[in-house]
């Protein structure tokens, strides 16, 4: 069981980012060419030159011995989730003290891990890959590829609930110039099962399921034997290429 804890009062809208300590894309290439195909996930700084991108596809390619028509693709694939990511740069969200439901469902090699909790999606000081390496350590899931994994899984759903939320901060303006505004429907679960934080919990400081839902919220862990692939396979799941610097973070922990 998890408790999200939240701080201080904070501004109703920023600056689109991600609602993270770190201000980092989730990034996930998944490349195929002539039967061999390279999977990755990882974690990308938006203010790193392009130049960073086209180094770190050529070292990639070199160091897993791929052959180098890989290159052109995983860089079209990065720099095009790097693009959208940065079109929303510049434009408002709403941040407010509000929780929502992550799920996590991934197989990593040989561990499958399925999880949900909630998190406050108003707390700039979150951060994934603390709170993965936490879980990881209490599951005693020893595979250093499954934190990593955990922490892009959440940021793609975060990044997901952001950029919906400037679309309907983008709504919201037009409508107040007196124009008609584009209908606007998510089709994010997160952001669909969204509760207000202090309607539900009052003015206490953190949430806290209550424990007769307490199997709801409970991971599961399974390790699963090896599968044969037809095709010749590069796995590089989830390592992360960068990572943020260690600091105390007491906005998760677990009961």
Same mark, same amino acid.
Do not use: H
């Given at each position: 069981?998890?408790?999200?804890?939240?701080?201080a009062?904070?501004?109703?809208?920023?600056?689109?980012?991600?609602?993270?300590r770190?201000?980092l894309?989730?990034?996930?290439?998944?490349?195929?060419?002539?039967?061999?195909?390279?999977?990755?996930?990882?974690t990308?700084?938006p203010?790193?030159?392009? %130049?960073?991108i086209?180094?770190? &596809?050529?070292?990639t390619?070199?160091?897993? $011995?791929?052959?180098? @028509?890989? +290159?052109?693709q995983m860089?079209?694939?990065?720099?095009?989730?790097?693009a959208?990511?940065?079109?929303?740069?510049g434009q408002?969200?709403?941040?407010?003290?509000?929780i929502?439901?992550?799920?996590?469902?991934?197989?990593v090699?040989?561990?499958?891990?399925?999880?949900?909790?909630?998190?406050?999606?108003g707390?700039?000081?979150?951060?994934?890959?603390?709170?993965?390496r936490?879980?990881?350590?209490d599951?005693?899931?020893?595979?250093?590829?499954?934190?990593?994994?955990?922490?892009?899984?959440?940021?793609?759903?975060?990044?997901?609930?952001?950029?919906?939320?400037?679309?309907?901060?983008?709504?919201?303006?037009? %409508?107040?110039?007196?124009?008609? &505004?584009?209908?606007?429907?998510?089709?994010s $679960?997160?952001?669909? @099962?969204? +509760?207000?934080l202090?309607?539900?919990?009052?003015?206490?400081?953190?949430?806290?399921?209550?424990?007769?839902?307490?199997?709801?919220?409970e991971?599961?862990?399974?390790?699963?034997?090896?599968?044969?692939d037809?095709?010749?396979?590069?796995?590089?799941?989830?390592?992360p290429k960068?990572?943020?610097?260690?600091?105390?973070?007491a906005?998760?922990?677990?009961?």
């Amino acid at each position: 069981m998890k408790t999200v804890s939240l701080g201080a009062s904070r501004p109703s809208t920023v600056n689109f980012r991600m609602p993270t300590r770190d201000n980092l894309v989730p990034i996930r290439v998944d490349v195929e060419v002539d039967g061999q195909r390279y999977r990755d996930a990882f974690t990308w700084n938006p203010r790193d030159p392009d %130049s960073e991108i086209i180094s770190f &596809a050529k070292r990639t390619a070199k160091d897993l $011995k791929l052959p180098a @028509n890989f +290159v052109p693709q995983m860089l079209q694939s990065i720099q095009g989730q790097l693009a959208e990511f940065r079109s929303y740069e510049g434009q408002e969200m709403q941040i407010k003290e509000k929780i929502v439901p992550l799920k996590i469902d991934l197989r990593v090699n040989n561990t499958v891990i399925r999880d949900q909790f909630l998190w406050d999606i108003g707390n700039l000081d979150s951060d994934p890959e603390e709170f993965a390496r936490t879980l990881c350590d209490d599951l005693n899931i020893t595979d250093p590829e499954v934190g990593p994994a955990i922490a892009v899984s959440i940021r793609e759903q975060l990044y997901e609930i952001a950029s919906q939320s400037v679309s309907v901060m983008r709504e919201k303006q037009m %409508s107040k110039k007196g124009r008609r &505004a584009p209908e606007f429907s998510s089709n994010s $679960k997160a952001v669909n @099962n969204a +509760v207000d934080l202090f309607k539900y919990f009052g003015s206490k400081g953190s949430v806290i399921r209550k424990r007769k839902e307490w199997y709801l919220y409970e991971p599961v862990v399974d390790v699963v034997a090896s599968e044969e692939d037809g095709k010749e396979e590069v796995n590089n799941s989830s390592r992360p290429k960068k990572r943020a610097e260690e600091e105390k973070v007491a906005s998760l922990q677990s009961l």
